[in-house]
């Protein structure tokens, strides 16, 4: 029989993607065995103690077996972790060195949302591309350079590894691996049950854009505030650099390197930032918004906005507004 890997890491970590995961995926397993008088799979709750308490000893989960228990599995599904990743990845150092070998023999790899942390430290996510929650990039970003982070993507999947963005939105990781191990009607029936949506691909219009502020370059620092300050103006970069004392190539040079962005990229997302806010709280209409943060042309406006949110300017009003 085929087997499944939901794994329990030591330490406090995210509850609900442990026990969605293996929730869905027992009903999924349910349903294909009753249409198809098929064995189906093994899935178990593998860890490296007898239980790991959550939420402060609120909870207790006990694993069905231990990582040593296990010699082959076809799929390991890596949950989401708290935000304390250095002490996540010392409580479960065995827990990655197993990882790596099941992939080495085969098996394939899921982590649901920051999980994508414990991987990452496999290496096997080395020259790839990854997802993770949103609010975590520049943390990944800053400690994994040589992952391909793709923040605004809900789904990854490459060379059998797959990873999903923030939060609750491993329900879609979960629904896409139910398709792919068993069947679309499966993952279909899942969808209905647990009223997962199958049509979500992005999780661009979530995101929250704060700017990157931890890379200690005081140039960068302070134009990132004046950009941030003259929301509703076009600033020109050439005089933006000169006010500051530096080349325009060594002042986009610098600006890529701290933030990840080009200076006008920066502020497109600065503005873009305002606009949600506007859409979300205010009765103003697009073209109101629009002329706030300094944009004329409708139609750069609108393609602008969708690069970021996946959404046209109306399409977001729409899902947002009070």
Request: hydrophobic share 35%; with cysteine.
């Amino acid at each position: 029989m085929k087997h499944i890997s939901i794994l329990v890491p030591n330490g406090e970590n995210n509850l609900s993607s442990i026990a969605g995961t293996y929730k869905i995926l027992t009903r999924a397993n349910e349903q294909w065995k009753l249409k198809t008088v098929k064995p189906g799979y093994r899935i178990e709750l593998i860890g490296t103690k007898g239980k790991v308490n959550f939420y402060g000893n609120v909870v207790t989960v006990k694993p069905q077996a231990f990582i040593s228990d296990i010699k082959k599995t076809d799929l390991i599904i890596i949950p989401s972790l708290d935000h304390n990743y250095d002490e996540s990845v010392k409580k479960n150092k065995a827990m990655i060195q197993w990882i790596t070998a099941q992939y080495r023999k085969g098996s394939e790899v899921a982590s649901i949302c920051t999980g994508a942390f414990l991987l990452a430290e496999s290496g096997l996510l080395n020259g790839r591309n990854c997802s993770t929650h949103w609010s975590a990039a520049e943390n990944f970003r800053n400690r994994f350079p040589e992952i391909n982070l793709q923040a605004e993507e809900l789904i990854t999947h490459e060379h059998g590894i797959y990873t999903n963005g923030g939060a609750f939105s491993f329900l879609n990781l979960i629904i896409y691996l139910v398709e792919k191990y068993f069947d679309r009607a499966t993952a279909i029936f899942c969808s209905k049950v647990f009223q997962i949506d199958m049509d979500r691909q992005h999780q661009s219009p979530f995101i929250i854009f704060a700017g990157q502020r931890k890379h200690g370059d005081e140039v960068v620092n302070k134009a990132q505030m004046i950009i941030e300050k003259n929301v509703g103006e076009k600033i020109s970069m050439e005089n933006l650099s000169n006010k500051l004392n530096v080349s325009r190539r060594n002042f986009d040079r610098r600006f890529i390197k701290a933030t990840g962005n080009t200076p006008t990229e920066y502020a497109q997302r600065v503005k873009m930032e305002a606009v949600k806010n506007y859409l979300e709280s205010t009765s103003k209409n697009v073209n109101e918004v629009m002329y706030e943060v300094g944009y004329t042309d409708v139609k750069a406006f609108r393609e602008v906005f969708k690069k970021v949110t996946g959404l046209l300017p109306v399409e977001y009003k729409k899902k947002f507004s009070k």
